[in-house]
């Protein structure tokens, strides 16, 4: 089993920045692609970006402003979000799968999913 642990929340003013890190632990079979979803209240989850060795995906509404990037040896996965927008406020959720098509079919069908951060953009 994989356990994924996200860190880095919280409340930032409208055009800050906030940096997500998610950690993953226990087998690595089916984590070679990590990212991230998001969902904010009364919506669909989303998929936001995600992380396959030199591969990267973004949704086109955080493309440009956000980066997403993976430390191996650590197995964690990075989301620096800048320039942030009160329409970014959401849980955003971890993910990982073996495939990146995972991420961006619809619906996305990663095999494991953390618990959740909080992220709040004030206008």
């Known amino acids: 089993q994989v356990q994924l642990v996200e860190s880095g929340g919280g409340l930032v003013q409208a055009g800050g920045s906030l940096r997500l890190s998610c950690a993953a632990s226990g087998r690595a079979t089916g984590t070679n692609t990590m990212g991230w979803f998001r969902q904010a209240p009364g919506k669909e989850r989303e998929f936001v970006a995600a992380?396959?060795?030199?591969?990267?995906k973004y949704a086109d509404s955080v493309k440009a402003r956000f980066t997403i990037s993976r430390d191996n040896a650590r197995n964690t996965v990075y989301l620096q979000m800048n320039n942030l927008k009160p329409e970014d406020t959401a849980v955003y959720y971890c993910?990982?799968?073996?495939?990146?098509?995972?991420?961006?079919?619809?619906?996305?069908?990663?095999?494991?999913w953390g618990q959740g951060t909080q992220v709040t953009v004030s206008s």
């Open positions: 993910a990982a799968a073996g495939l990146i098509a995972m991420f961006t079919s619809t619906p996305p069908r990663p095999n494991y």
């Open positions: 992380i396959k060795w030199t591969d990267i």
